[in-house]
């Protein structure tokens, strides 16, 4: 598909923003109006899913169909089932206790919708971050406007016409990417913003929503940690972090982005984990299951991180350089080990985001968790092993966005459990019924009783006052 994605014209996305503001302040959706919206974007998902895959990788110059389908599509539909499922019981009233003192008063809280929720999208998963925000804001009755990423514009260009024939553009709307659009978008006075990308961008996006007062969940990356214990199994976690680590190609937010583990078993695991890596995906660029890297800007970065440790004394393990031409040429990046790495090559210092795992010596627990408290929270921490004491001690003392033992990037996928960083890695969540209320005022209702004596509490001041803050007094 090489139709370009333009922006809306006559009036643009200021127009439509307008238009669906006084359309969310007129009356909210009712259950069967959101179940009717999800629907509709389930039947977009189904009846598309072989088109996305195909610009999708057409974007990134080869995307693993599997990886799509298993990450995006039916991560979406399966959003789409649990909050058409539980959206009743979300939208139900919610029962408050009422203290004893107001008795025989009642409490309640009233989800509502914000009103208009805008969504700045990544290009990495660029279906399922997407439109999994969008579910969340659906159901909790809001309208939304979304604009995709410049980095894949077949992609873009296809959501946006197929989201303009099933959906009004007040109800659901996705802009273009030429231009001064990013720009534009930020700068809207939504009820709620979502950004998900780099802490970097998203710094400049809260800068511009807070100009508005607009409230932000930002959903960003930063260096996620994954500790191998002692106790370990090294060929399983060698395994298991391969998987996490090259699925899109290491161009994930939650993927481990560097290993701790004991200096004496650190040459075991490069050379379990290497073997994993051919397993996975044999030694040479034309493995369709893998993926390519985004751009040939992040391809670039990406060469320079592995020459930057390489100059430093690092020893690098990978089936080719990055400059072989047959690589090159697809722009996949050879999976690479970064081993013996320190905290001063910038591999240790900012998120890669692509195929290359360094790997640091931490010989204890303690020292584990102190490098990592040293340095912003991440979004993800990975634990492996046996040992249940030195686990909860690193779950007890480290903070990051979530947490999955024994494997990578599982926590991300429950739909009962919030998504979201913590500090530099991200501000609030999303998922099930996390996103609904995140994206819904959950408004508190005190519901007075002509029993009760609260008028007792009115001027003027006496006797009857002075025995009413003693019985407060006692209760409180």
Known sequence: MNQAVRNPAAGGIEDVFRRAVALSRAAPPTLDER?????????????????????????????????????????????????????????????????LQYFPAKNKLLPQPLGVVGIIAPWNYPLQLTLAPAIAAIAAGNRVMIKPSELVPQFSALLQKLIADKFDDTELMVTGIDGDISERFAALPFDHLIFTGSTRVGRLVAEAAGRNLTPVTLELGG???????????????????????????GQTCIAPDYVLIARDSADEFVAKANDAVTRMFGTGPDNKDYTSIVSDKHYARLESLVQDATARGARI???????????????????????????????????????????????????????????????ALYWFGKDDAARDQVLARTVSGGVTVNDCLFHFVQANQPMGGVGASGIGAYHGEWGFR???????????????????????YGTKIARLIKLLRFMS
């Open 223 to 249: 260096k996620s940690p994954a500790i191998i214990d002692r106790s370990a199994d090294i060929a399983e976690a060698a395994e298991r972090i391969v998987y996490g680590k090259l699925m899109n190609a």
């Open 317 to 379: 393990v990978q089936p080719a350089k990055a400059d072989d031409p047959a690589w090159k040429a697809k722009r996949k990046f050879p999976p690479t080990f970064v081993n013996g790495a320190t905290t001063d090559m910038k591999v240790m210092q900012e998120e890669i985001f692509g195929p290359i795992l360094p790997v640091f010596a931490c010989d204890t627990t303690d020292a584990a968790i102190a490098h990592i408290n040293t340095n912003d929270r991440p979004l």
């Open 35 to 99: 179940r009717d919206r999800l629907a509709r974007l389930r039947a977009l998902v189904v009846e598309n899913e072989t088109r996305f895959g195909e610009v999708i990788s057409a974007d990134f110059g080869n995307r693993s169909s599997t990886e799509t389908l298993i990450a995006e599509t039916l991560f979406l539909l399966a959003e789409i089932k649990h909050a058409t499922k539980n959206l009743s019981r979300w939208m139900a009233p919610k029962h408050v206790a009422t203290e």
């Open 438 to 460: 995140g994206l819904s005022k959950m408004k508190p209702v005190f519901y007075r009783s002509p029993f009760n004596r609260l008028a007792d509490l009115y001027p003027p």
